[in-house]
Nanobody, 118 residues
Framework: QPQLVESGGGLVQPGGSLRLSCAAS????????VGWFRQAPGKAREGVAE????????NYASSVKGRFTISRDDAKQTVYLQMSNLKPEDTAVYYC???????????WGQGTQVTVSS
């Protein structure tokens, strides 16, 4: 059974940085696209960033472009989301998900809380 576990969330001041990790088990991560999503209280879930398996192409939401970077280390079975210049509106539970194709995700992690506040 594929499993994804997010980590690295926490409380950070505006302008700060965090790196989220998404550790995969039960399948070879290198064969799959991975996306990061977030959901703030009272809001719909939104896509943040995604990375394909082949070619390592990436997509970002306009709200995070230039501030967030998605990367993957398939040998470590891990995908990262480096978040910089964080803003209060980035506060949310962040989830990672995997799928055969970018944009279509089948398995999800449990999420990690990111809170940006002074």
């Amino acid at each position: 059974q594929p499993q994804l576990v997010e980590s690295g969330g926490g409380l950070v001041q505006p302008g700060g940085s965090l790196r989220l990790s998404c550790a995969a088990s039960g399948f070879f991560l290198g064969d799959y696209a991975v996306g990061w999503f977030r959901q703030a209280p009272g809001k719909a879930r939104e896509g943040v960033a995604e990375i394909s398996a082949v070619g390592r192409s990436t997509n970002y939401a306009s709200s995070v472009k230039g501030r967030f970077t998605i990367s993957r280390d398939d040998a470590k079975q891990t995908v990262y989301l480096q978040m910089s210049n964080l803003k209060p509106e980035d506060t949310a539970v962040y989830y990672c998900a995997q799928g055969v194709f970018i944009g279509i995700y089948d398995y999800w992690g449990q999420g990690t809380q990111v809170t940006v506040s002074s």
